[in-house]
C-alpha cells in the first residue's frame, strides 16, 4: 500500500469532489439531523449523581449472613445527595439537603414511575423487580440523575 502524500489544495479538492457526487440533501437526512441535534444536549441540565456507597461492596463476612433486605446506598451530586435503603417490598430515602420535589424511577426495560419527594426529603418507591434503574430528581434548585443501578 502507497501512502499518498496531501496537500491543503490536493485535500479541498478531494473535498469537493466527495461533496458534488453526495448531492442535495434530501428532506429525510435533513430531518435527521435537525432530531439529532435538538437531543444534543438534553440532560445538560441534570447533575450527575454518582454511587458513593453501597453496603453490597462493604467487606467482611457478617454481610453474607445478612438477610436480603436493608442494602443502603448513597448517590452524591454537586448539589445534593440521595440516600436509599431497600426494604423488603419497597425503596425508601431522603434528598439531602432536604427539599420537597419530584422523583422519577426510569428503568432500562421502561419501567417508569414517580413519586413525591416530601418537605423533609423522604421518598419511598417500588423497583421493578431485576430491573435496574435510575432516578430523576428535581427539588429546587436540585436537577439531577443518578448512575443505573439494580436496587
Same mark, same amino acid.
Given at each position: 500500500?502507497?501512502?499518498? *502524500?496531501? $496537500?491543503?489544495?490536493?485535500?479541498?479538492?478531494?473535498?469537493?469532489?466527495?461533496?458534488?457526487?453526495?448531492?442535495?440533501?434530501?428532506?429525510? +437526512? &435533513?430531518?435527521?439531523?435537525?432530531?439529532?441535534?435538538?437531543?444534543? %444536549?438534553?440532560?445538560? =441540565?441534570?447533575?450527575?449523581?454518582?454511587?458513593?456507597?453501597?453496603?453490597?461492596?462493604?467487606?467482611?463476612?457478617?454481610? &453474607?449472613?445478612?438477610?436480603?433486605?436493608? &442494602?443502603?446506598?448513597?448517590?452524591?451530586?454537586? *448539589? #445534593? =445527595?440521595?440516600?436509599?435503603? &431497600?426494604?423488603? $417490598?419497597? +425503596?425508601?430515602?431522603?434528598?439531602?439537603?432536604?427539599?420537597? %420535589?419530584?422523583?422519577?424511577?426510569?428503568?432500562?426495560?421502561?419501567?417508569? #414511575?414517580?413519586?413525591?419527594? $416530601? =418537605?423533609?426529603?423522604?421518598?419511598?418507591?417500588?423497583?421493578?423487580?431485576?430491573?435496574? +434503574?435510575?432516578?430523576? +430528581?428535581?427539588?429546587?434548585?436540585?436537577?439531577?440523575?443518578?448512575?443505573?443501578?439494580?436496587?
Amino acid at each position: 500500500m502507497t501512502m499518498q *502524500s496531501w $496537500d491543503d489544495d490536493a485535500m479541498l479538492r478531494e473535498m469537493a469532489s466527495a461533496l458534488r457526487e453526495a448531492g442535495h440533501l434530501t428532506g429525510r +437526512v &435533513r430531518a435527521a439531523g435537525d432530531a439529532a441535534w435538538t437531543w444534543r %444536549g438534553i440532560d445538560e =441540565e441534570l447533575e450527575l449523581a454518582a454511587l458513593t456507597y453501597d453496603s453490597l461492596l462493604r467487606a467482611g463476612p457478617e454481610l &453474607r449472613s445478612e438477610s436480603a433486605g436493608g &442494602r443502603t446506598v448513597r448517590f452524591t451530586g454537586p *448539589s #445534593a =445527595e440521595v440516600h436509599l435503603e &431497600r426494604e423488603a $417490598d419497597a +425503596v425508601v430515602g431522603q434528598l439531602v439537603p432536604p427539599r420537597p %420535589g419530584r422523583l422519577t424511577v426510569e428503568g432500562a426495560r421502561g419501567h417508569h #414511575a414517580e413519586a413525591e419527594i $416530601d =418537605e423533609v426529603g423522604c421518598l419511598s418507591f417500588t423497583p421493578p423487580d431485576g430491573e435496574p +434503574v435510575r432516578l430523576r +430528581v428535581r427539588a429546587g434548585t436540585v436537577d439531577l440523575v443518578t448512575d443505573w443501578i439494580r436496587i
